[in-house]
Structure formats: C-alpha cells, structure tokens
C-alpha cells in the first residue's frame, strides 16, 4: 500500500442483481464498408472480434439503412459469411424505414440475409434508426405514401411496414425498435405503445434505443464526461425505458452508444478517457439491464486515410500493395503513385484506447476471451472514502462456474480521476479471503490524454503490425487476504490515477 488516502468498499453476495447477457458488449457498423472485416485480412479482424465472445454480436445500420438506395450486394454477403464462419458472429440488419419503397428494400434484405447466412446467424432486424431525426422529422407515411408529422402517424406508420415484413400470427418474431435516438429524446410511453403494439401482433423481437452522453461535444472535459453526475442523467433516464420492457417481458438493447455522438471528439474520445467512459458505462448499463451494447464505430476508415471516428474501439486502416511494399495512401501521394494502377487496397484493424476497455470488460464478465458471459452482479458498494477524492467507483460481479457452487468472485475498480492517488480497501465474504489474482488497465505517458502505451494486464497493441494481436505476455500479481479492524478481511491495493484493477477470487 503506497501513503495515499484509502477508500473502503464492500461486497455482498447475498444480494444478486441482474444476470449479465451472455454477450452484452457488441459492436455497430455502418453498411458503407462493412465488407472491410471479411476480406483479405480477415485473420486480423478474426483476432479483434473474436476477443468479445464465442460468438459475437454484429449491429449493421445506422444512418446508411434509411439513407440506402439499393440493397447491399454480393460483396458484402460474402464478406458477412465469411466472418461468420471464422469467429461465430450473430447479426442484427438495420432495415430502412424513412424510404418510400421501405418495404421493399426491407424484404431484400431479408431475403438476402436469410440466402446467404447460416440458420441462426441472423439474430433480428432493427426497423429504422433514430426516426425523430429524420430529415422531415419524427412522422410516417399513410397508405398513399404521403408523409403525416407526429408519434401518432409514426407509430401508425411503424406497425404497417412491420406486418408487411412479419405479418400478425405468423410466428415471426424478429423486428425491433423505435431506434430512438438517445434516451432523453421522446417520452418513455412512446416506446411502450411501439413495443406493446408489436408483442400483441408478434413481430416483436425486442425494443432498442440509442444512448449517448447529453453534453456539448465542443466544449465538454475528460473530467465532465467521466463525472457521476453526467453518467446518472442517462441512467435515470435509461432505467424509465427498463422499467417498461420490464413490464412488457422485452429485452431492451442500446443498438447504438459511445462516448461522445456525431463520432466522439479527437483528444477525447480516443484517449484513456474515453476508454475509462466504455468501461464504466457498460457495468452500468448491464447493471440496469440492457440486453446489448454496442458501441458504434460508424464505417471504421476510408482507403484515402481519412480516420475513422475517434470513438472508435478498432479504426480501419488500409494499405495498398506496391511490388514488395506496403504503402499507406499518404506514402503514395508523396511518391506521386496513381491509386488508379493499383489493386484495391487492403483493410487491417488499428487498435485504439477504447478497445482496451472491451478487453477490460470481457476479461471481468466473462472470465476471458472467446467465452460467453455467464455472471450476475451482486452488491459492492463504496462505504467510505475518507481524504481519498478520487471519482472512484467499485463494480463486483459474481460468476458461477460449471464446477463451482459459488463460482468465483470478480471485483472490478476504476479510478477515473486524472490525478488523485488513492488506495483501495475491499471487503469481502469470508469464503473469497484468500490470496487472489490482481490485474490492471494502466494508461500510457499521458495519463488520462494517453492514446497510446496502454496496457491491460500488461499485454499491448503497440508496435502489433498489421495482423490484430495483441503484444506481450499476460501479467498477473498475486494479491494476499488482509484482515481488519472490524473481524472482516479482504484485500488492499494500490489504485493510482486512471487505472482499473480486477480481482478474481477463487470460490
């Protein structure tokens, strides 16, 4: 223990609360260049979206579903089919909604998804995405296909292209929506009438909703993104729209989510800080319930290297092949090479701060990678911080293993202050009171502004090359039981600024 000012936690595991879903954390693409992840390089990409769970889940849509003209084509099937094959991946297809001939792309895709797709890797379709942004604003078609404004001509709207795609009493349970927006968008009771609607018809697979931190992308700090305050106005809000799918015994998933909206902000986003938003922000969203997260990486990058949104956990870089080289589009700018002479160039997975806070998190749910979570959260609670003025926050989780009656117990701890220094007293049930595995999310040289030199549990993707692997070999301590004052016992450690720590206690 270093002479900082402790914080005392506590952990209860007579008090379970929500189980987590066997793959909470997925990822959200736009179609534009989805095809990136399954073609030459698909080994590297395998290694990234392998890592989130034996079989990871894949949201395609966003703003390109209601903006698309024509149905993707042969090159993205076979690339979806592909990566299916070599990682296991479930989808969910964004349909469109805002077009005119909404039906008809909606059946093609469908059709498409259900022709070249193996049985159940398509787990359900999204139908449309954020509606009340839609450039005529929230509303919907009548039977003409004349636009009507308001929820009303909406909901109407909604529930004539849904029976249309999975008619009433066909057993074909597979749309979700409305794809709000964000949280604080439109009133709870909305969603309810489109869920209630679509369970009585039963074409509802599932309601989903957007979430995204409600502040000023221009002007906002790592410290106000990361603060307690920021992070309960969402919840608050995120919990009401629980609450109702609850009721209605509907999984309610957060389609789209990140840091930031419209991307996330360079020097934020992409840093610890934004990795630290990740991680924190998907303990809680299991912990009140979502059904899925995934984090949105919109089209990941462009052949002509223009980055993709800071936001993103894995951008997409490319290279393009000349004789024995490998030239990135600028190179070939500043060689004056014509792309035109080229064969296409060839997509390969750069690993940003965010990503490590997946790491973080399939490590902490799931108990490694390339597993399905099996874990339900129990109570862990900060009881007193004493001089210790770090934004600390505690997560524990208790997960049963196939050979264990009480499984091991998982702690994980976040500091996210950038600069306050604190130790970490936790107190556990007496069974976990033994000496215990300890490993850490560490920040590179610039603390909370790092982008690069992060680590989790000592392992790196700096200098990893083209190919996705993670660098270095795995680093665990051994952390031994302390006991205390009060006859309790746990485990003391060191919690510096801008790290995490996991704890995982044998049962």
Known sequence: MEKWPTAIYSVDISQAGRRVPD????????????????????????????KLSSS?????????????????????????????????????????????????????IMALAEKHLAPGAVIGYELGNEPEFWPAGLGGRNEKGEWRGGFDAFATYFHRVAQQLAPCGSGKRVLSGPGWGNVNTQPHNWLARIMWTGKECGYMWEVNVHYYPYIDNTTVSAGELLSQSLQDVGLDKYREYQRLADQGWMRLRISETNSLYGGGRAGLSDTAAGMFWVLDALCEMAKAGAGGCHLHWGIGGAPDGTMGQPNTGVQTNFFYKVGDKRLEYKQLKE??????????????PSIHAPWYAYLAWTSFAHGGYKKLADATFINAKLDKAQFCKANTKIHALKIHALKADNGDLRIMLLNKDAKADCNARIKVPAQYCKTSELTR??????????????SWQGQTYDNAGHDGEIQG??????????????GRCGFEIALPATTAALIVSKA
């Open 441 to 454: 999310l560490l920040p590179g040289p610039q603390g909370m502004q790092s982008k690069g030199g992060i």
């Open 56 to 108: 990871p889940i894949i949201r395609v849509g966003g703003a390109s579903q209601d903006k698309m003209k024509k149905v993707p084509g042969p090159r993205v099937w076979k690339a979806l089919k592909a990566l299916q094959e070599r990682v296991n991946a479930r989808y969910i297809f964004g349909l469109p909604l805002w077009q005119k001939n909404a039906v008809e792309l909606s059946k093609e």
């Open 23 to 50: 793959t909470l954390l997925a990822t959200s693409h736009e179609y534009n260049r989805i095809y990136d992840y399954g073609e030459e390089y698909i080994h590297a990409w395998a290694n990234v979206f392998g």
């Open 473 to 486: 070999e795995k680093v665990v301590q051994m952390v031994q039981r302390r006991s205390f004052k009060d």
């Open 335 to 348: 060689q004056r090479i014509s792309v035109a002479s080229l064969a296409e160039p060839v997509a390969w």
